[in-house]
């Protein structure tokens, strides 16, 4: 709850510090006393929109600080978290305002963006008022507040969570289709390329031998005639080798003659019949070589030539083809196995899809019985307000097209203020003074389900008659024994009810000094006298001092 307020050189304030508790604290005071310059700084500390005519004049800075006092486990916390602030204690939000426009926030001594402060606040205070209509306008809080009253927040966020699983699902399943409608495109090139090399079946380093082969038969029949006659020269009737074989074996016979001599010039001899011998072999071999057959030459080179036709095709050289060859054979199989997967994706989606509907029919199902209890609960607090001949009634759209996340209805609180009349939302319908007294009961019915720690109320009262007011009054005190209550009153009866009385009065404009507003804490006596005047108006009667004892004496229930 909110437990002080300070403000410093804002409109016609210049030192202001208040402490507040539990329960209902009432501010009254004459028109144009201040009240809205309280509600205004509030505001400011609560992340609204910065002004530097709220700046007092003269001054080159205005300042606002609130504290707040928080459970260990409230939702604040959290979002502070989120923005690395940490509540150690009090919360302190503090705004200073310049008088150029600009702003200047922190919690808790920390600085923040003004966006971050309005995050961080959010679920802080609730103001209301006549014609604050901000919590009756948008159908989602509408939404929020049945399913808090009807403790269905466990089964919204199963809807939401069945939602993301549901988005994600989709999500997959297109991009899975794009994958396979690419593939498909390209499907009928790769299965035709993988059917084309497979029946190819190059091997790597083949172009090259190939190649070299052809060559070797080209030439062969060219060279053939100058190995044939070197052939003959080393092994054909003009070979030197029985010559020189003779020759060695004569020697050989001398050796044990003169073997100094003739040891050496044998090994000569036997080296060379050795490397004519070799020779004549190579040169066989090499005129074997040149008998091809010429159907080999002709495979040869329409070998090469498909190797070398493909190679282009696919665009590589003709050594990478076995490679190609399998890479187009995996995004085949790529394709089969995302084909394969898109009919997997698409099951999974269906599933996703009937558990979203299941937690969605379950949660909307839950919603219309707690819409008819909230009705009726709201109902019975209207008579007491005036509103005995309106109607209230929670409006629960389905559309099963619209899925969200938190569901698919659209929920909008309707009235109907007198029999006849066409019912519609709130806000459209009800009077300003009519749609405060829709929003007190309201927030009396839901107050411990559904609600911020604090509760401002700007005049709510304002044209209502003495029984309302009453009405009214009770309500606020039944509602502030669930929620802090900040109520700014012009009906005694309202302020005869609260457990804190404030006094908002402009002082110095006697004595020609510098208008100030100041805020009193106003004991019994003092109490009693300013309901007195709230009763009587500029001149305060013993009647109306005695009427004023009998509202703080009646029972508040």
Not at 37 to 44: A, E, M, Q, R
Not at 161 to 171: G, L, Q
Not at 428 to 443: D, M, T, Y
Request: proline share 3%.
């Amino acid at each position: 709850m909110l437990v002080q307020l300070a403000i410093r050189d804002i409109v016609l304030i210049e030192k202001l510090d208040l402490a507040f508790g539990d329960g209902l604290s009432v501010l009254t005071g004459e028109t144009g006393a201040g009240k809205s310059i309280l509600l205004d700084s509030l505001s400011l500390a609560l992340g609204a929109r910065g002004d530097g005519g709220l700046v007092r004049q003269g001054q080159s800075q205005g300042q606002v600080t609130a504290v707040f006092d928080l459970g260990e486990k409230h939702p604040v916390r959290a979002a502070a978290s989120a923005y690395d602030v940490v509540i150690d204690g009090d919360l302190i939000l503090k705004r200073v305002q310049f008088a150029d426009g600009r702003t200047r926030a922190s919690v808790n001594d920390q600085p923040v963006s003004a966006q971050a402060l309005r995050a961080i606040s959010a679920g802080l205070v609730e103001l209301h008022g006549q014609h604050d209509d901000r919590a009756l306008v948008d159908p989602s809080s509408h939404r929020l507040l049945l399913d808090q009253f009807g403790g269905h927040l466990a089964l919204r966020d199963k809807v939401r969570e069945a939602h993301k699983n549901f988005a994600d699902a989709r999500e997959a399943l297109e991009l899975q289709r794009a994958s396979v409608e690419v593939a498909r495109r390209e499907a009928e090139f790769l299965r035709h390329a993988v059917q084309e090399l497979d029946k190819l079946a190059p091997i790597h380093g083949e172009e090259a031998l190939l190649a070299a082969r052809r060559q070797t038969m080209m030439q062969a029949e060219k060279v053939r005639q100058e190995i044939a006659e070197a052939v003959d020269s080393v092994g054909g009737q003009g070979s030197p080798i029985p010559n020189l074989s003779a020759s060695m074996r004569r020697l050989e016979r001398r050796a044990t003659q003169a073997p100094e001599l003739i040891t050496p010039s044998v090994k000569a001899l036997d080296a060379a019949l050795q490397a004519l011998e070799e020779a004549r072999d190579t040169l066989e071999r090499a005129l074997r070589d040149c008998d091809f057959d010429p159907r080999e030459l002709e495979l040869s080179e329409e070998r090469l030539f498909e190797l070398r036709a493909a190679a282009r095709k696919y665009q590589c050289a003709p050594d990478e083809l076995a490679a190609r060859a399998e890479k187009f054979r995996g995004d085949v199989e790529l394709i089969d196995s995302g084909e394969r997967a898109l009919v997997a994706q698409e099951r999974s989606m269906a599933e996703a899809e009937a558990a979203y509907l299941n937690a969605a029919d379950a949660l909307s199902e839950a919603r219309k019985k707690a819409a008819a209890k909230l009705d009726k609960a709201v109902r019975a607090e209207l008579p007491p307000l005036k509103l005995e001949r309106a109607s209230f009634t929670t409006n629960v759209a389905v559309d099963k097209t619209q899925r969200g996340p938190d569901g698919y209805e659209r929920i909008e609180f309707w009235v109907q203020t007198n029999p006849g009349s066409r019912p519609g939302p709130m806000v459209k319908v009800a009077s300003g003074g009519e749609l405060a007294r829709f929003l007190l009961a309201l927030k009396v019915v839901i107050a411990d389900r559904g609600s911020a720690p604090t509760l401002v109320f700007d005049e709510i009262d304002t044209g209502v008659g003495g029984a309302v007011a009453d009405a009214i009054g009770k309500r606020l005190k039944r509602l502030a024994s669930s929620v802090q209550v900040l109520c700014v009153t012009h009906a005694p009866q309202v302020a005869a009810l609260a457990s804190r009385h404030f006094l908002i009065a402009k002082e110095g404009a006697a004595k020609g000094q510098r208008v100030a507003t100041r805020v009193s804490a106003l004991d019994e006596t003092m109490r009693r006298e300013e309901i007195a005047r709230m009763l009587a108006g500029a001149t305060i009667t013993e009647e109306a001092r005695a009427a004023a004892g009998r509202l703080l004496r009646a029972p508040s229930a």
